[in-house]
Nanobody, 116 residues
Framework: VQLAESGGGLAQPGGSLRLSCAASGFIFGDYDMSWAREAPGKGFEWVAAIQDSGSEMFYSDSVKGRVTISRNDAKSTLDLKMNNLDPEDTGVYYC??????????WGPGTQVTVSS
């Protein structure tokens, strides 16, 4: 299993970023997928999750309304579109095969920094 995140970087408050995860080594469409983040001094947080069918998505209260998780099973990719970024969104974002209830694999992460 390989999960490779991309799209992180520096963004201004109020700006947008789109994170992507390229997955390989498993049948992507058979698994629930998630994004999680870890911020300095704040610990680990589940950000968003999407069912294997793509029919249901779940968001943490801290990002609800600003973030959209999506998947493309044909390309084995998982995206996270983040709008109206806040400095509190700063952290390392991880693509996760699985959900909070059952974690299978993690990617190496991509750094997101929100600062003016």
């Amino acid at each position: 299993v390989q999960l490779a995140e991309s799209g992180g970087g520096l963004a201004q408050p109020g700006g947008s970023l789109r994170l992507s995860c390229a997955a390989s080594g498993f049948i992507f469409g058979d698994y629930d997928m998630s994004w999680a983040r870890e911020a300095p001094g704040k610990g680990f947080e589940w950000v968003a999750a999407i069912q294997d069918s793509g029919s249901e998505m779940f968001y943490s209260d801290s990002v609800k309304g600003r973030v959209t998780i999506s998947r493309n099973d044909a390309k084995s990719t998982l995206d996270l579109k983040m709008n109206n970024l806040d400095p509190e969104d700063t952290g390392v974002y991880y693509c996760v095969k699985g959900t909070a209830g059952k974690i299978d694999n993690w990617g190496p992460g991509t750094q997101v920094t929100v600062s003016s």
